[in-house]
């Protein structure tokens, strides 16, 4: 069974423009949740970790939302650049879990000139 | 510079000849990892260490071995590897099991034929 289902699959976009990429998760309860950007061949990065009391969390242009009610995460990027080609992973980490990760598929972004 | 390091990055290899994975971090972090990447999937965990001499089971344990003699090193090994065994090899590290950011090195593209 899928826990973390993100969504698109993939998404292009023009340089400049914003976009805002979705999580959804059945994992419950939960510690927190976290996003990850991925470029092709290199190890997740983190962006950012939010706890299941938090609402939003930003990271320059990266701006993550939480909504623990409905069970779903969002990333909004602003300004794309041609850097942020990559793929976008929600994780999240089951309560009690001693740091247990429940990876998502990853949304995969690619921004033309 | 903070970071964890995996070698080698690329193998190709035959079934049945047993290898190893190395990895390393030299943040003097507790909490180490293995996962596997398949296309299609979200990272899934191979097996983790809460410290030295301590490990367990993740997710898809089944084929490979770990161990943690020190606190800096998790190899990963295959005593008969399987050409379903191909995949990309991540290993992380965190500071402790909560909360905590997860580092994760390069990543080892292994494939057995």
């Known amino acids: 069974k899928n826990q973390v289902e993100q969504s698109p699959q993939s998404l292009i976009i023009l340089e400049g423009k914003n976009c805002t990429l979705q999580c959804n998760y059945t994992v419950s309860p939960f510690s927190n949740l976290r996003w990850y950007k991925q470029d092709t061949g290199r190890g997740p990065v983190s962006l950012t970790i939010?706890?299941?009391?938090?609402n939003t969390k930003s990271n320059g242009r990266y701006t993550a939302t939480l909504d623990a009610d409905t069970k779903q995460s969002s990333l909004h990027i602003t300004a794309s650049q041609l850097s942020d080609s990559a793929s976008y992973i929600c994780v999240v980490s089951p309560r009690g879990g001693y740091n247990k990760l429940i990876f998502g598929a990853g949304t995969r972004l690619a921004v033309h000139p | 510079e903070a970071q964890v390091t995996q070698n080698p990055r690329y193998l190709i290899t035959v079934t049945g000849k047993k290898l190893t994975v190395t990895c390393s971090q030299n943040m003097n972090h507790e909490y180490m990892s293995w996962y596997r990447q398949d296309p299609g999937l979200g990272l899934r965990q191979i097996y983790y260490?809460?410290?030295?001499?301590?490990?367990d089971k993740g997710d898809v344990p089944e084929g490979y071995k770990v161990s943690r003699k020190e606190k800096r090193n998790f190899p990963l090994i295959l005593e008969s590897p399987s050409p379903n065994q191909t995949s990309l090899y991540f290993c992380?590290?965190?500071?402790?099991?909560?909360?905590?950011?997860?580092?994760f090195g390069q990543g080892t593209r292994l494939t057995v034929v």
């Open positions: 260490s809460m410290n030295v001499e301590v490990t």
């Open positions: 992380a590290s965190s500071l402790g099991v909560m909360n905590t950011e997860a580092f």
């Open positions: 939010m706890t299941f009391s938090e």
